[in-house]
Every structure is written in structure tokens, then in C-alpha cells.
């Protein structure tokens, strides 16, 4: 374990070596306080707005973050041959993944903290103070961006990096679009496509199950059932894209 | 020796995998029954414009929305209403729950659009009366009857809306008369310096038919807002109002108004229904609301209603 936690450590601290962390985190922090702008709309819609931006964009840069980050953490130490030595320390593969794994939760965390504490300190100089329904909000997209991150991870321990990037965003995107997949699917009469669909979506990431936060903006309450369930399911998902990452990672030749 | 152990030690991983997908897939129906529940589902949807789709594509819906009312108060600021439509309707299939863009919506159709439709065609009627107050008298004997017809529909273009009340039964009385005359006009036979009256006549037809339809249209655009939102007050009272006030059709009034009221509501949503109330002829239910209202801000309005209600038996004017 304490191997795992220094691998994860030293990706942590590589990570913040990196400049284009950065620049995504300014590049966020930029659009969220762009949002403030919004002041020639009426309070309620100028609140709404800045919200569904401050969302969006802690989402939407996290979800860069979560790629690039994951990206490089793997496919780096093999292209620049360090995994050799890594691996040739009383490290093996599965510690070197799982640390991989945990130093990117820790990237993301930081990222996400920083990012959302802009967006709140916004809301309280709005003289709207965050809510439960936030809290949940925010939660969920983080738990969506470790699930992002870690696919990214486990798709770089067998194929390139920019077959990785175009496979990941792709994915980001069907994931969003599973629930209107599913209901193409319900209209089906046909049983082998009903069936094919079915495990489609149970196999897709359904990252639109994480995206309440167009609901939480217009006020519709979201039940803590509904938020642990949907931990739950992005625990779950996590945990079996880690061992197919492991299974890969483990056949792969360095 | 190692190496075999390894690769059977790796298909665990990938068997494990495979079989915690059994109880994704169960969480996941589980998560969709808590979606239904909570209405917490996205409806399928078609966009205008390449990067609201491609917005809508990554689930920024939300965001989606905003940037269409953006281009909304554009529009509105520009005073291009017809242009709002498409968006309204956009932004309502994106963000069904946004109460603020249904209500703006059917206020923007049975208000704006419903008093645009007269302002475009503002120089025709002043040019039509200014021809019919300089007519020769034997002409105007002549056309006698489509002076008449004009004065109605002339009437009706200036007080649809306000002293002339649009009540359903009364619409389809409205429109069966257009159509009465527009008959008349077709088969009326008149001199080519004459002919401008009939072409107006038949304008006015036409304004009076798409008043009344932006009219019903901000009403069905409303209704279709309550039925996705039917457990707050909003757009029962905005319909209730829409009625009230634009079509003074008082029995419909009462009856969204009476829904709103059986939700979280402010109180001026009480003072329009014991309005609604009175006009529809139910004094004693107009009476039971404003003494409802004696507790509230609107204690002095309901004690001056109270009383003149008893001793005049009117009160809204």
C-alpha cells in the first residue's frame, strides 16, 4: 500500500509540473467569473445563468483535466522508458496502475476544489449562498470525472494516445447520449435489438446519470436515494474499468 | 512457471469485470426508476444551430439554453419578436422545467406578437378610414355594406383584447363570422376604383384571424408548460391571468387559477382569483377569497372589496 501511495504521490506532484493544468484551471476560473457579466439579465436568470456556466465549465474543464492528465500519466513513463525502472523496483504493474489511478483522483480533487471554490465565492458575493442541492451537484461531477480519468488510464495500457483522446471525448459524448439510446431502443419492436440495446447501455458509461445539475438549476430536488445510487453505480463503474485496465496492463508488452 | 500464474491471475481481473456488470445493470434500472420518479429525465430532442447541438450532444443542455436566451433578449431588444419563437420553443424542449421561458412564452405570443400583428398593418387601416371619410356620399350608399363590415372589423382590431373579451365559444362565433365574411367579399362585385376597400377588408380579416391565433397559440403553449410542470402554481396562475385579462374569459380563469392555489403561491395570486371570482358572477366565492385575504398585504384592498361587495354587489371594475 505504501508503494501504491508513493506512486500516487509522485503522479500528483508531476502533475502539478505541468503547464497546461494550469492554464485549463485559469482558462476555467476566466469563463466562470465571465458568467458575472450577466448582470442585464433579470437576478433570477443572471443566477441561473451563472450557475448552468460555473457547472458546465467545472464539468467541462474537469473532464480536459481528467483526459490530459490520465493521458500522460501511463503512456509518459513508457514513452520516456522510466516504467523500466520502475518495474524493475519491487513495483509491480498493479501497484503502478492502481497508484496512477489515485494520483490522478488527487489531480482532479485539487483541480475541482480550486475551480469550485471560485464558483461558490461567486454565489456568496451573488448573495446566493450554496444549498445542499450544489453540494450533490458537485459531488456527482466529481465522482463523473475519476470515471472519465480512469478510462482514459485503463484505455492507455494498450493503445496510443491519440487513439486514446478521439476514444475517450467519443465516449464522453455516447455517454451522454445513452438515455435518448435508450429510448430510440424502448420504440423498437424488434427483441434482438431491444436486447442488443439493452447491454449497449448497460455496457456505455451513462455519464448522464452524473448530470443533474440542469435540474438542481431550475430548482427540481434531487433525493439523496438518487446521489448514492449513482455513487454507487460511478464506484462500481470505476472499479471494473480498473480491472480491465489491470487485465491490459498486465498482457502488456514494455 | 511465474508468467502462467500471472496470466491466470489476469483473467480473474477481466472475468470479475465482466460479471460486475450484472449488478451495474441492475443499479442502472434502478437509477432510471429514480429518474422517472424524480423527474429527473431528458427528453429527446432536436436543436437548431450547430453548436447548441453540439452542446446538447455533450449534456451541456443547461448551457445549451442560456446561450439561446441570450440570443432571445437580442431579438427582443431588436424588436424582432417572430424570431424568439423558435428559440422559445428550443429553450422549453431543452430545460422543460424552466418555468421563466413558458411563461415568457405564451405572455410573448397573447401579448407582443398578438399586438404586433395590428401594429404591421397600421398605415393600411389609417389609409382605409381615410378613404372612407372622403368617399363621396353616393358611394358610401354604395358600399354600404362593406363600410359596415369594416367598422366591425375595424372595432374588433382596436378592442380584441381589451373591452372585447376572446372566450372559446365566442372565438368560434369570432371566426365563423370571418369566415361569413370573407364569403361576402369573394363573390362581392365592385369597380376597380372601389377595390381597395374589399383587398383592405380582407386584410383585416386576416389580422383579426392571426390575433386570435397568437392568442390560443400562447394559451397552448402555456398548457403544454403546466403539463410538464404541474406541481407549482406558476403557470397555473399565468394561464389563469392570459385568460383573465387578455381574453376575459372569467370561467377559464377561475378554473387555472383555482388549480394555482392549491400550490405554494403568493398572495396576489388570491387577489386575482377573488377577482376572477366576481367577474365570473360567483360573489360568494369572490367574498370567501377576500376574507382569505384580510391576513395578508392585501388586508385594506379586501376590506374595501368586502364591503362594496355587500353593498353594491361589484367591486372589480
Known sequence: ???????????????????????????????????????????????????????????????????????GALSGEIEKRTIYTLL?????????????????????????????????????????????????????????????????LSVATFASDAFNIIFSFFLYIIGHLTSYGRQLVDRTESVILKGLGQMLYTIVPNYENFAIRDKVVLGVPVSWSYVLKTLTYGILYTFIVILIGLYFFQKREV | MRKNKINSKNWVFLFTAILLYIPLGFLQVSIDYNKKLENLESGLLL??????????????????ADLLWLNIENYWHEGQHYKMLPLLESIAWLQPQYVTVWSVGGWHMSYN????????????????????????????????????????????????GLKEGMEEDR????????????????????????????????????????????????????????????????????LGWTYYHKGKDYKNAVRYLEKAIKFPHPDYVDDVLAHAYEKNGQIDLAMKQWEKLLNTGFKSIAERAIQELETKGKFTP
Not at chain 2, 436543436?47 to 445549451?64: I, N, R, T, Y
Request: charged share 25%; proline share 2%.
Open chain 2, 113 to 160: 406578437i398578438f399586438a404586433q400583428v395590428k401594429i404591421n398593418k397600421e398605415n393600411l387601416i389609417e389609409e382605409y378610414k381615410e378613404k372612407v371619410k372622403n368617399l363621396p356620399e353616393k358611394d358610401k350608399k354604395d358600399l354600404h355594406n362593406i363600410i359596415k363590415i369594416g367598422e366591425k372589423l375595424n372595432f374588433l382590431i382596436e378592442n380584441l
Open chain 1, 88 to 152: 524493475t523496483k519491487p513495483v509491480t504493474r498493479r501497484n503502478l496502475f492502481i497508484g496512477k489511478f489515485l494520483g490522478m483522483c488527487l489531480i482532479i480533487l485539487v483541480n475541482f476544489i480550486l475551480i469550485s471554490l471560485f464558483f461558490i465565492g461567486l454565489l456568496v458575493f451573488k448573495k446566493s449562498p450554496p444549498d445542499v442541492e450544489t453540494f450533490k451537484t458537485l459531488l456527482l461531477i466529481y465522482f463523473e470525472l475519476v470515471l472519465i480519468s480512469t478510462i482514459t
Open chain 2, 171 to 238: 372565438i368560434t362565433k369570432l371566426l365563423t363570422e370571418l369566415g361569413n365574411y370573407q364569403y361576402f367579399l369573394d363573390n362581392y362585385k365592385v369597380n376597380e376604383e372601389n377595390k381597395f376597400f374589399i383587398d383592405a377588408l380582407k386584410e383585416f380579416i386576416g389580422i383579426v384571424d392571426e390575433m386570435l391565433y397568437w392568442y390560443n397559440q400562447g394559451i397552448e403553449f402555456l398548457k403544454k408548460g403546466v403539463a410538464y410542470n404541474p406541481e407549482k402554481y406558476d403557470l397555473y396562475f399565468e
Open chain 1, 1 to 71: 500500500m505504501r508503494k501504491v501511495w508513493v506512486i500516487a504521490v509522485n503522479t500528483f506532484k508531476e502533475s502539478l509540473r505541468k503547464k497546461t493544468l494550469y492554464i485549463l484551471v485559469v482558462f476555467a476560473l476566466i469563463v466562470i467569473g465571465t458568467s458575472k457579466f450577466f448582470s442585464f439579465l433579470t437576478a433570477e436568470e443572471e443566477l441561473k445563468m451563472i450557475k448552468d456556466v460555473s457547472f458546465s465549465t467545472i464539468e467541462f474543464f474537469g473532464a480536459l483535466i481528467a483526459i490530459f492528465g490520465a493521458l
Open chain 2, 47 to 64: 436543436m437548431p444551430g450547430q453548436v447548441a447541438g453540439s452542446l446538447v450532444l455533450s449534456g451541456f443542455k443547461g448551457l445549451a
